[in-house]
C-alpha cells in the first residue's frame, strides 16, 4: 500500500504516490469533462440556454452546500475517506446519466448527485496532493498536479466528439462511468497522509473569515464565474454559431495551459505570485474578447490559447496562496471552501451568464465575462496589498 509519510528529504516533487494521484486525478477528470458536451443532451431534450444554464449549474449548488461537511471530514477524518466515497458517487451518477429520458425531475436527481461527487473528489485530491509536496515548491507541484485536470478537457471534448459521432449520449455516459470505475480502483492503495502539527481545527467560518484569505476568496469568485461563460455554454455557442467546435477550443485550451505548466511550473515562485497572478488574468480576458468577436474556427483556437494561459497559472497561484496562508490543520477546509469558489461560479454564473445570453447574446455574454476578469485583477492588486502589507503577495 502507498503511503503519503513526510516529504521528500530532496524536494522532490514526482514521487510514485504523486504519480498515482495524478492518475486518479486524470481518468476522473476525464470522465467529469465529457460532460462537456451535456449541453448538447439538454438541448436535444427540448431544454433552453437559461434552463441549461440553471441544470448545469445545479451540480455548483449541491457543491456549495455539501463544502462544510466534506472540509470537517477531511480535517477529522483524513482526505482518504472522501477520495473513495466521491469515486463510488461518481460511478453511480454516470450510469444513472443512462436513465435520463425527459427534463423531469430525475434529471436534476442526477445533477445534483454529480455535484456531491465532483465537490468530493475535486477538494479531497488537491488536498491530498497539497499534503505530500515539498512547501518550498508547492505551487509548482500544484501547478503539475493540475496537468492531470487539463489535459482530459482536451481529451473529453475530442473524445465526446468522436462518441456522438459514432454512437450517440449513450455511449458517452457508459464510458464515463467506466473511466469512473477505473480511477476509484486505483485510489484504493492510497493510505491516509499523516495530519499535520498544529492546533486543532477552527471549523470552515474561521477559515472563511481569515483576513489574509479574504482577497483570494474575492478573486477567485470573480475568475470562477467567469469561466463558467465557456464551461456551461461553450457546446451551445458552437452548435448554433456554426464557427469552429468544441474539441478545438478545449484542445488548444488544455495544450496551451499544459505547455506553460510545463514549461514554466517554477516561475510563480521565482517571480513571485502576486506579479504571476495578474498577466495571467489579462490573458484570460483577452481570451474572452477573441470569443465574443469569433468568426471562424481560427479565432476559436486562439481564444482557447489564450484563455487557458491564463486558467494555466492562475488556479495554481491562487491554491498555492491559500494553502500557504491557512493553519496546517485548517487546511481541508480551506480548500473545500476554494473548490467550492469554482462550484459557486458555475451556479451563479450558469444561470447569469445564460439570461445575458437569452436576452442579448453570446457576444454580451463573453464581454461581460471579461469584465468579472479585470475586476478580479483589481480585486487582488488592491484588497490583498492592504491586507499583506505588501506590493504583490508573499510568495509560497
Known sequence: ???????????????????????????????????????GFLQGLG???????????????????????????????????????????????????????????????????????EASLFASLFAYATDILPPARRIQGIALFGVSGLLPMSLGGLLGDALLGASGYRSLF?????????????????????RPPGDPPRGLLAALLQRDLLP????GLCFATAIASYFSFMKTFVLLSGVGSLGLFYSAYSIAAVSLRLVGSSWPERLGPGRALLPALGSLCAGLVVLAMA???RAIGSAGVLCGLGHGFTFPILLGLVVTRARPTERGAALAIFT?????????GGPLLGAV????????????????????????????????GAEVAPEA
Not at 483570494?216 to 478573486?219: E, P
Not at 469554482?342 to 451563479?348: A, H, N
Open 295 to 297: 468568426k471562424d474556427a
Open 216 to 219: 483570494l476568496w474575492a478573486t
Open 47 to 117: 431544454a433552453r440556454e437559461l434552463q441549461i444554464g440553471f441544470i448545469v449549474g445545479l451540480t455548483g449548488a449541491t457543491a456549495v452546500l455539501a463544502r462544510p461537511a466534506l472540509g470537517r471530514a477531511m480535517d477529522l477524518r483524513g482526505r482518504r475517506l472522501v477520495i473513495v466515497f466521491g469515486g463510488v458517487l461518481h460511478v453511480i451518477v454516470c450510469l444513472a446519466y443512462l436513465t435520463v429520458t425527459a427534463l423531469g425531475p430525475w434529471v436534476y436527481v442526477v445533477r445534483v448527485l454529480h455535484g456531491l461527487a
Open 1 to 39: 500500500m502507498l503511503q503519503p509519510g513526510d516529504v521528500t528529504a530532496d524536494g522532490r516533487i514526482l514521487s510514485p504516490r504523486f504519480l498515482l494521484l495524478s492518475l486518479v486525478q486524470f481518468l476522473h477528470a476525464l470522465g467529469f469533462n465529457l460532460y462537456l458536451h451535456l449541453g
Open 357 to 388: 445570453v437569452t436576452r442579448f447574446g453570446y457576444p454580451t455574454m463573453f464581454l461581460a465575462a471579461a469584465t468579472l476578469v479585470v475586476l478580479s485583477a483589481l480585486t487582488f492588486s488592491v484588497w490583498d496589498r492592504r491586507v499583506t
Open 174 to 194: 457508459a464510458v464515463a462511468a467506466g473511466l469512473a470505475a477505473t480511477a476509484l480502483a486505483l485510489s484504493m492503495p492510497l493510505r491516509e497522509a499523516p
Open 340 to 348: 467550492a469558489l469554482f462550484d459557486g461560479g458555475t451556479l451563479v
